[in-house]
């Protein structure tokens, strides 16, 4: 299928920004998505629909639960002997004191949802991957 360069940088803003970059533009949660022109479509393609299949270890989400029964989700931004930093997926860092931590664990999973094609069409999706093999960031409607 064809794609759009165009309307997948306007997919890329609506639905990938809010956790990824490209050429500067979008926030840092997950990957910078610059480098993923040098991949195979197919390639982009199958991390798209399965963002849980390849985790790079810095981008694996991981849980902590608090003896207050507070339930964190996100990256390991930072860890000290003295607590844990937590990027959750809306870009916020979490500081959490070891103290208060009844139980930290790795997710094994992706910070990334499954599901997203259930929220673009398969045009989007092709637009989107476009847009990634060729990104252009005058294109994008997100801030620097």
Same mark, same amino acid.
């Given at each position: 299928?064809?794609?759009?360069?165009?309307?997948?940088?306007?997919?890329?803003? +609506?639905?990938?920004? #809010?956790?990824?970059? $490209?050429?500067?533009?979008?926030?840092?949660? *997950?990957?910078? @998505?610059?480098? !993923?022109?040098?991949?195979?479509?197919?390639?982009?393609?199958?991390?798209?629909?399965?963002?849980?299949?390849?985790?790079?270890?810095?981008?694996?989400?991981?849980?902590?639960?608090? +003896?207050?029964?507070? #339930?964190?989700?996100? $990256?390991?931004?930072?860890?000290?002997?003295? *607590?844990?930093? @937590?990027?959750? !997926?809306?870009?916020?860092?979490?500081?959490?004191?070891?103290?208060?931590?009844?139980?930290?664990?790795?997710?094994?999973?992706?910070?990334?949802?499954?599901?997203?094609?259930?929220?673009?069409?398969?045009?989007?999706?092709?637009?989107?991957?476009?847009?990634?093999?060729?990104?252009?960031?005058? @294109?994008?409607?997100?801030?620097?």
């Amino acid at each position: 299928m064809t794609g759009d360069r165009q309307r997948g940088a306007k997919v890329f803003s +609506a639905q990938c920004a #809010t956790c990824h970059a $490209v050429q500067g533009r979008g926030k840092r949660v *997950g990957p910078d @998505l610059t480098g !993923a022109a040098s991949r195979a479509r197919e390639t982009l393609l199958v991390d798209l629909l399965d963002p849980s299949r390849q985790v790079s270890p810095d981008f694996m989400a991981y849980v902590a639960l608090t +003896a207050d029964g507070q #339930t964190f989700t996100g $990256v390991l931004a930072a860890e000290s002997s003295s *607590g844990i930093t @937590l990027r959750e !997926a809306d870009g916020v860092e979490r500081a959490i004191d070891r103290t208060s931590i009844e139980q930290f664990r790795p997710t094994g999973k992706s910070l990334m949802p499954d599901g997203l094609e259930q929220k673009i069409s398969q045009q989007e999706l092709a637009d989107l991957i476009e847009f990634l093999q060729r990104p252009d960031r005058d @294109l994008l409607e997100v801030p620097e």
